[in-house]
């Protein structure tokens, strides 16, 4: 199993672009999470998904979309890139069944935005 | 306050020392906890969950203070390999999300 992996690793976007960030999990996991981790900030959810078709907003939604058309597919779409959303975005995905559930975390990806 | 606060170190101790962390959270409901480790440039990856009664992994004991409201990870004889960062992770009650993740305290082990 691949567990989770995520695409790109890295990319630099001038202002203004926009790209999409994919996230795949081989684990059959039914939720499914973006994150971004900045310098003293702690990972902030972004976005968030509990089953295929749906999304619901985290803590930091603003300038992000996301799509779940495939159980095991989670995009994170940045429409129009501003300096600001310069991080390593992270996504994860666990079971949904509740309780004490592991997260199990991608690689990331590193996006510059000039 | 923040929901969940942690130290951010660096602690930086000698090989075979031992360590411990605490993380404070400010929601008495709160459920369930965790500490994940995060390596530098890497992703995070649980490390232990926190059950009332404590939890022991080899080196690493982790404890739950419902009354004062704060999680501890206790690391013995520290090897090098343990420097990472230790993040805190608490899962809420409010909302339909749950995982709440502290900042991380960074550790140093020196030889």
């Known amino acids: 199993n691949a567990g989770v992996t995520q695409t790109p690793k890295f990319r630099v976007l001038k202002t203004g672009q926009s790209m999409t960030l994919l996230c795949a999990q081989d684990?059959?996991?039914?939720?499914m999470y973006w994150y971004r981790q900045d310098p003293g900030m702690g990972l902030r959810l972004i976005h968030y998904?509990?089953?295929?078709?749906?999304?619901a907003k985290g803590e930091v939604p603003d300038g992000y979309n996301v799509s779940r058309l495939k159980k095991q597919n989670f995009l994170l779409g940045l429409e129009s890139a501003a300096p600001s959303q310069t991080s390593v975005y992270f996504c994860?995905?666990?079971?949904?069944?509740?309780?004490?559930?592991?997260?199990?975390f991608g690689p990331g990806t590193r996006l510059l935005v000039l | 306050r923040k929901e969940v606060e942690q130290d951010p170190g660096p602690f930086n101790v000698p090989e075979g020392a031992t360590v411990a962390f605490n993380c404070t959270y400010s929601?008495?409901?709160?459920?369930?906890f965790f500490w994940y480790r995060q390596d530098c440039r890497k992703e995070p990856k649980l490390l232990m969950s926190?059950?009332?009664s404590g939890n022991e992994d080899g080196r690493f004991t982790a404890q739950l203070n419902r009354a004062s409201q704060y999680i501890s990870l206790l690391i013995r004889d520290s090897k090098l390999s343990d420097s990472a960062t230790y993040l805190c992770?608490?899962?809420?009650?409010?909302?339909?999300?749950?995982?709440?993740f502290g900042t991380g305290t960074r550790l140093k082990v020196l030889a």
């Open positions: 929601n008495s409901a709160s459920q369930s």
């Open positions: 998904s509990v089953g295929e078709g749906t999304t």
């Open positions: 994860a995905s666990s079971d949904g069944t509740g309780g004490e559930e592991t997260q199990y």
């Open positions: 992770v608490v899962i809420g009650t409010s909302g339909t999300y749950k995982y709440i």
């Open positions: 926190v059950y009332s």
């Open positions: 684990m059959n996991h039914e939720y």
